[in-house]
């Protein structure tokens, strides 16, 4: 147990609908990151926050937004979904907004768009 | 563009066959090399860092080591246990940034 928990595990939506996913960090930690992992990608970086303020952008979609609350939960928000969408996302979270630190994964959440 | 390649993407071993894991990076410089295992279904489990070529790390029957372009996991006395798909990440220097850009994994398979 790594100490990172995500909800929900599994989701599956239509095309067109908003879903959010959440994260909880490490006690802790104050940087978050999300990732996207597809079959034929592997895993790529979307967005990391740290401790509330958006710190890096990857290859994060326009319809695609997160968040970091003041008790350093995340909430990543997807919308007008496509089925291209359908993957792992998954939450990370590290000490420190840089510096190699290692990052600690959440269980994923499984998206599916139907 | 910083970049990890994995090689092989599969590898099937006997118990007991020892073997090694390739991961080649092109980064404008690191700040350091992650590997992780992932089990289907699951997240990314951390299980080294390294930071300069020549540093070595071991965790039971695995082994990472770090050159100026690669790192290779050896993996020592394998157990069907130690199947699982193994992940390479390294993080850039340079700006302010922590996220990790990963290779696509190798695959181990490990019979008994």
């Known amino acids: 147990d790594s100490g990172v928990t995500q909800t929900p595990k599994h989701l599956i939506t239509a095309t067109g609908q908003r879903v959010t996913l959440r994260c909880s960090p490490r006690s802790g930690d104050l940087s978050v990151y999300w990732y996207q992992q597809s079959l034929d990608q592997g895993l790529q970086f979307l967005i990391q926050y740290y401790n509330g303020e958006e710190r890096a952008k990857g290859n994060i979609l326009e319809r695609f937004s997160a968040q970091q609350f003041p008790d350093l939960h995340s909430e990543l928000n997807l919308s007008s979904l496509e089925l291209g969408d359908s993957a792992l996302y998954f939450c990370a979270s590290s000490v420190a907004a840089s510096g190699a630190y290692e990052q600690y994964f959440g269980p994923g959440t499984r998206l599916t768009v139907t | 563009e910083d970049q990890v390649t994995q090689s092989p993407e599969a590898l099937r071993l006997q118990e007991g066959e020892s073997s090694s894991l390739n991961c080649s990076y092109t980064?404008?410089?690191?700040?350091?090399l992650f590997w992780y295992r992932q089990d289907p279904g699951k997240g990314p489990e951390f299980l080294f860092t390294l930071y300069s070529a020549g540093e070595e790390k071991e965790k039971e029957r695995l082994k990472a080591t770090l050159t100026k372009k690669e790192s290779f996991l050896h993996i020592t006395a394998p157990k069907p246990e130690d199947s699982a798909t193994y992940l390479c990440?390294?993080?850039?220097?340079?700006?302010?940034?922590?996220?990790?850009?990963f290779g696509k994994g190798t695959k181990l398979s490990v019979k008994p």
């Open positions: 990440a390294v993080q850039a220097v340079g700006g302010s940034q922590g996220n990790l850009i």
């Open positions: 980064v404008s410089g690191l700040r350091g």
